[in-house]
């Protein structure tokens, strides 16, 4: 019983479950190495005691973590805590894409074009890795509050064994979206997880799932043998070249699906331009249905045909015994049925071996291991360096674990030599963050104390002073080396009593490496192009890296007043406001010899004196000549 607090492989501490599945738990915990939170996923009790299963599963996880993308999940971690086995992933703060159908039903087109373009974004992405996923389905979609989709579960997916139709929980669930090969037994591809995007659309679209029964048998048969019903039946609103899509990818034969996600994509991306407005319905280029499986539905449609004109014209013993006959034939059929999903592949496959997984055995544990189930071992095997497995036990196998092969197929096994020890250098007087780069690429741990001088010391900042390993000694991945590095420290001057200069500032801050931010504002109460504030205190020691704002004073800005002088009043008014100018809204106005009437006499500030821009000019205009008052 996992519990908060509790602590996972000594670094993930349990916060609270965020969900419970068929297959493994899920847990919100804190990673207290990073300081990040993780979701951390532990597989159920029975399957953690499947040794084939975990080892698959692990695997795959291993495999699934190289996948980066921003539609997919991210894979951290994967590992074993006293029995119980985990893959630690992002932490997603988000809802299920089937706990949204089920609170919203369908869900608008626009939305749904949006969804399936990043899922199959995501899914191309794994498909680019020679990753299936094998188990789509809106259970493994997460969908974040700002629209955003992620696909989750590529490790679990990859490593459950979806031939096994047993598994109520879990099976369940992922058979509405199983592909009719694999429900035939046959092994999954790309075009498998196309077609579960074609469901999975279907359901979006419409609200609920194209087939239903009360058990996977009868979900998987339905799969295999009827057609998926048409959205727009259901939607007359839906175009029918979305519906297409879903039709091409939901193809019974795997032939006459898109050949890859990106072809979905690009029908997904322009199904609703003008130019596809009356597309027909789509046809198949390959027969969908086998042969001779459709013989026989034509007869059990022509029995049933049959069955109804009798009950027209016969009596009721007849009847009978033509229903009796007809629930007979179709119950031979469901028996056919099952024949070939369940029984039939199995006997086909009876000169087929699974390569059994030997990872992590002893050679001569594989090599029996391999030989009891039916294989011979090559003649020359291969070594490799492996930091995860012991030197002498087995990494892998060609061909891989998992395939199907002939019986008395060779394997070669690939070894491991352990892990590649490298030696130490002599680390010293080198820049410190260029050598733990090169170090950490290795794959070493890098710990740093430092040692503080001045700059008049003479010493180099970041410089290598010691180690604590020796020149010669060897090490591998995974341990640490610790490093005593030099540090110069700067003393911030008093910048504003000094009057430093904007260069000045800038200087300084070069020469130590700081990072400075130089703002000039208008001050007229200090000198100009001086220093009036800083952000750090006088005195104070620093490092390289540490960051610095001082603003410069800058004078006000002076424009000079134009001559205005026999302007009309409207001219003047212009000139003086496309300066910057505000020209006061009362006009003085005196008798005048010189200037017309209408037209200005002076300004007042005068005409040519210097003012800030945005001052106040008054205008005094002309009333004419004074008249002559006679007595």
Do not use: W
């Not at 499947?50 to 993308?69: G, N, P, T």
């Not at 988000?94 to 939305?111: A, D, P, V």
């Not at 119950?331 to 592949?345: C, K, R, T």
């Amino acid at each position: 019983m996992i519990i908060k607090g509790q602590k996972i492989n000594d670094r993930y501490q349990i916060i609270r479950t965020i969900g419970e599945g068929g297959m493994a738990n899920v847990y919100l915990a804190h990673d207290t190495i990073l300081d990040r939170n993780v979701a951390v996923k532990i597989l159920r009790g029975d399957l953690a005691g499947d040794e084939k299963f975990v080892r698959r599963f692990q695997r795959e996880a291993i495999s699934a973590s190289s996948l980066s993308h921003p539609n997919i999940v991210e894979m951290y971690d994967v590992g074993e805590d006293d029995g119980r086995y985990f893959i630690v992933m992002e932490y997603i703060e988000g809802i299920t894409l089937k706990s949204l159908i089920k609170r919203r039903g369908s869900l608008t087109l626009s939305e749904v074009l949006d969804i399936m373009i990043q899922l199959t974004s995501g899914l191309s992405c794994a498909h680019d890795s020679y990753i299936i996923h094998r188990d789509i389905k809106p259970q493994n979609v997460l969908i974040l509050d700002d629209g955003r989709v992620k696909i989750t579960d590529f490790g679990i997916a990859m490593a459950m064994n979806n031939n096994e139709l047993t598994q109520t929980n879990s099976v369940m669930g992922s058979v509405h979206y199983l592909p009719p090969e694999q429900a035939n037994g046959n092994k999954a591809t790309i075009k498998s997880d196309i077609y579960s995007l074609g469901i999975l659309m279907y359901e979006l679209l419409v609200g609920k799932l194209p087939f239903k029964g009360d058990n996977a048998v009868e979900i998987a048969i339905k799969h295999m043998r009827e057609e998926i019903p048409s959205v727009c039946e259901i939607n007359p609103e839906i175009p029918q070249s979305v519906e297409n899509i879903i039709l091409k990818a939901c193809a019974k034969n795997p032939k006459n699906r898109y050949e890859n996600v990106r072809e979905m994509q690009e029908d997904l991306r322009t199904c609703l331009d003008p130019s596809r407005h009356n597309e027909k319905r789509t046809s198949y280029q390959f027969p969908e249905f086998d042969e001779e499986n459709s013989k026989k539905m034509s007869r059990s449609k022509k029995n049933k045909e049959l069955s109804t004109d009798n009950t027209e014209v016969k009596k009721d013993k007849k009847m009978n015994k033509v229903l009796i006959i007809i629930s007979s034939i179709a119950a031979f059929i469901v028996m056919a049925m099952i024949f070939l999903i369940l029984i039939y592949p199995k006997i086909a496959n009876s000169n087929k071996v699974i390569v059994p997984d030997v990872t992590g055995y002893t050679e001569e544990k594989a090599i029996s291991t391999l030989e009891k189930a039916g294989l011979q071992i090559a003649d020359s095997n291969t070594e490799k360096y492996d930091d995860k497995i012991d030197k002498g036990s087995i990494i892998s196998t060609t061909p891989k674990s998992g395939r199907t092969v002939a019986k008395n197929t060779k394997i070669t096994l690939i070894i491991s030599k352990g892990s590649e020890n490298m030696e130490i250098e002599d680390y010293t007087n080198k820049d410190f963050d260029i050598v733990k780069e090169a170090l950490e690429e290795l794959g070493i741990l890098v710990s740093e104390t430092y040692t503080d001088y001045n700059k008049d010391d003479g010493i180099t900042d970041n410089i290598i002073l010691s180690q604590d390993l020796k020149t010669g000694e060897t090490f591998a991945k995974g341990d640490t080396i610790k490093f005593t590095v030099a540090r110069v420290v700067v003393t911030y001057p008093d910048f504003v009593n000094e009057a430093y200069t904007k260069d000045q500032v800038q200087t300084f801050c070069d020469e130590n490496k700081l990072v400075c931010t130089i703002t000039e504002k208008t001050n007229d109460a200090v000198t100009a192009g001086t220093v009036y504030y800083q952000s750090q205190t006088t005195g104070k020691k620093v490092v390289s890296g540490a960051s610095l704002t001082v603003y410069v004073a800058k004078a006000t800005e002076k424009i000079t007043v134009p001559d205005v002088k026999g302007k009309t009043l409207s001219a003047a008014t212009s000139a003086l406001e496309s300066l910057g100018f505000v020209v006061s809204g009362t006009v003085n106005y005196e008798y005048s010899a010189a200037i017309s009437s209408g037209y200005v006499i002076s300004t007042s500030p005068s005409i040519g004196s210097q003012q800030t821009k945005g001052s106040t000019i008054s205008l005094t205009v002309s009333k004419g000549v004074e008249p002559v008052v006679s007595d």
